[in-house]
C-alpha cells in the first residue's frame, strides 16, 4: 500500500486513447493556447495603454483576462508537452501545483464575474450614485478580493489535501486536479468533502447575488429602449461570459463527481478540459466585438504600431 510520502509521481491517463494522432491534437492545442494568448494579451496592453479605458467596467475586464491567461498557463504547457512524450507522468508537488493554479483560476473567474455584475448593476440601475460607489478604492478592494479570496479557499483545500496518505497515483485526466488527488486516499475524507461543500455554498450564494443583480438589471432596462441599447452594449458580453463560464465549469463538476469510467475517453477530456478553453478563448473575442470603446481602442493601437513600423 503507498501513501503520501511514497507516491512521487502521479500518472496522467487522460491521452492513452491519442496516441496515434498525437502530433495533430499537439498542433491543434498549441493552436488554441496562442489564439487565447494573444486575444488576451491584446485586450490587456489595449486597456493598460489607453487612458480612456481607464474605467472599473474595463478594469475588470482586464483582471478576467490576465486571469484566463493565468489558468491556461496550469494546463496547456504540460499538455503539449505530453503530447510529445511517450510518458505522461508528473511529480507529486507538480501535480498539487498544477491543481492549485487550476483551482485558483476558476474560483477567480467566478468571483471576478461577480463583481462584474455588481459594477453593471449600479451603472444601470443607480447610475447617478455611480460615481460615488464605485470608486478608485473601491476597484481596488474588488480586485484584491477577487484574488485574495481564491488564493485563501484553495490554499485550505491543498492543505486538506496534502494530510491524505494515498494508495494510487493513476489520475484518468488530462491533467492533476485535487479532486482527482483526494479519490487516491485511503483514509476517509469527509473533512475534505465537507470543506468543498462551504465552497459550493460561498459560490452559490455568488450566484444568488448575480441573480439578483440581473433581475433588477432586466426590470431596469424594459423600462425604455435606451436603457435596453445599454444593457446590449455592456450586459450581454458579461452575461455571455457568465453563461459560458457556468456550464463548462458544471460539466466538469458533473464529470468529476458523477461521471462514469463507460463514456468515451474523447468525451471525459472534452468535459475536463472545455472550462480552460472556451472562456479564456470566448471572452475576449465577445467583448471585443460588442464593446465598442473596445473595438476602436484596439484598432487604434494596430494603427499606430503600423505607422510606427512604417
Known amino acids: 500500500m503507498q501513501n503520501s510520502s511514497s507516491v512521487t509521481v502521479f500518472t496522467l491517463h487522460g491521452l492513452n486513447e491519442t496516441a496515434s494522432h498525437e502530433y495533430t491534437f499537439f498542433a491543434f492545442t498549441l493552436l488554441v493556447y496562442l ?3 494573444l486575444f488576451n494579451l491584446t485586450l490587456i496592453i489595449t486597456i493598460f495603454i489607453e487612458k480612456t479605458l481607464h474605467e472599473p467596467m474595463y478594469i475588470f475586464l482586464c483582471n478576467l483576462c490576465i486571469n484566463g491567461l493565468y489558468g491556461t498557463v496550469g494546463l496547456y504547457p504540460k499538455l503539449l508537452s505530453d503530447f510529445l512524450s511517450d510518458s505522461h507522468v508528473i511529480s507529486y508537488a507538480e501535480c498539487l501545483t498544477q491543481a492549485y493554479v487550476i483551482y485558483t483560476s476558476v474560483l ?10 455588481y459594477d ?3 451603472a444601470i440601475c443607480k447610475p447617478l450614485q455611480y460615481h460615488s460607489i464605485i470608486t478608485a478604492r473601491t ?3 474588488f480586485l484584491l478580493i477577487s484574488w485574495i479570496l481564491p488564493f485563501c479557499e484553495t490554499t485550505t483545500a491543498i492543505l486538506l489535501t496534502i494530510r491524505l496518505p494515498l494508495c494510487g497515483s493513476h489520475i484518468d485526466k488530462l491533467y492533476c486536479d485535487n479532486w482527482s488527488i483526494v479519490k487516491l486516499s485511503c483514509v476517509d475524507t469527509t ?3 465537507i470543506y468543498g461543500y462551504i465552497l459550493l455554498l460561498i ?3 455568488q450566484a444568488l447575488f448575480i441573480v439578483y443583480s440581473y433581475f433588477h438589471i432586466v426590470r431596469a432596462c424594459v423600462k425604455s429602449s435606451e436603457e435596453m441599447s445599454k444593457f446590449m452594449q455592456t450586459c450581454f458580453p458579461h452575461l455571455t461570459s457568465l453563461i459560458s ?3 463548462t465549469i458544471l460539466f466538469d463538476i458533473l464529470y468529476s463527481r458523477y461521471g462514469s469510467r463507460n463514456m468515451p475517453q ?3 477530456n472534452f468535459l475536463a478540459v472545455e472550462f480552460l478553453v472556451i472562456p479564456p478563448l470566448l471572452n475576449p473575442f465577445i467583448y471585443g466585438l460588442k464593446l465598442s470603446q473596445i473595438r476602436r481602442r484596439v484598432m487604434l493601437v494596430f494603427s499606430r504600431k503600423v505607422h510606427f513600423l512604417k
Open 35 to 37: 489564439f487565447i494568448c
Open 108 to 117: 477567480s473567474e467566478f468571483t471576478i464575474l461577480t463583481v462584474m455584475a
Open 120 to 122: 453593471r448593476y449600479v
Open 139 to 141: 476597484v481596488s478592494k
Open 191 to 193: 473533512v475534505n468533502n
Open 203 to 205: 459560490h452559490i450564494c
Open 245 to 247: 463560464f457556468t456550464i
Open 266 to 268: 474523447g468525451l471525459r
